[in-house]
């Protein structure tokens, strides 16, 4: 029932497999935060596409790995869940792991990561972490 959730669970497990691509269907915040996943380096790119066997388009993600198959997705964690959302100001936004990781804020002006929102000055739902 949580569409983020799932994206986060889909690119979790296809890290974990080292899949080198993960598929989902898109909506506006997966697609922000997508991006946001791309600027920060986790992943190498993204697309939408329509396929033949679905109505909706698809979201594809190409996953990124180290020059030996090292995992650059380590840890994926969803912070703000439906039962209980997580919201922070721009001051009280820490940064994850001492800055080696990032946590992905829905602002008003869109998906950003945590240091965005530092350096614009804004708050918002925290939906995830990872390093």
């Known amino acids: 029932t ?3 959730a ?4 889909r690119i ?3 890290v ?9 269907p898109v909506s506006k915040v997966k697609r922000g935060l997508a991006e946001v996943l791309k600027r920060e380096g986790y992943i190498w790119d993204w697309r939408e596409e329509e396929t033949e066997d679905s109505p ?3 979201l594809h993600i190409d996953l990124k790995y180290g020059p030996n198959g090292e ?3 380590r840890h994926i964690k969803r912070v703000s869940k439906p039962g209980r959302r997580v919201y922070a100001r721009a001051n009280a936004l820490k940064p994850v792991l001492n800055g080696l ?5 829905s602002t008003t002006r869109g998906v950003i990561s945590d240091r965005e929102a530092r350096q614009r ?4 739902e925290v939906l995830c972490e990872l390093w």
């Open 121 to 124: 000055k804004l708050g918002g």
């Open 2 to 4: 949580d569409p983020i």
């Open 56 to 58: 909706r388009k698809q």
């Open 71 to 73: 995992r650059v997705i």
């Open 101 to 105: 990781g990032i946590s992905v804020i």
């Open 12 to 14: 979790r497990n296809a």
């Open 16 to 24: 974990r497999i080292e899949r080198p691509t993960v598929s989902l």
């Open 6 to 9: 799932d994206m986060l669970t």
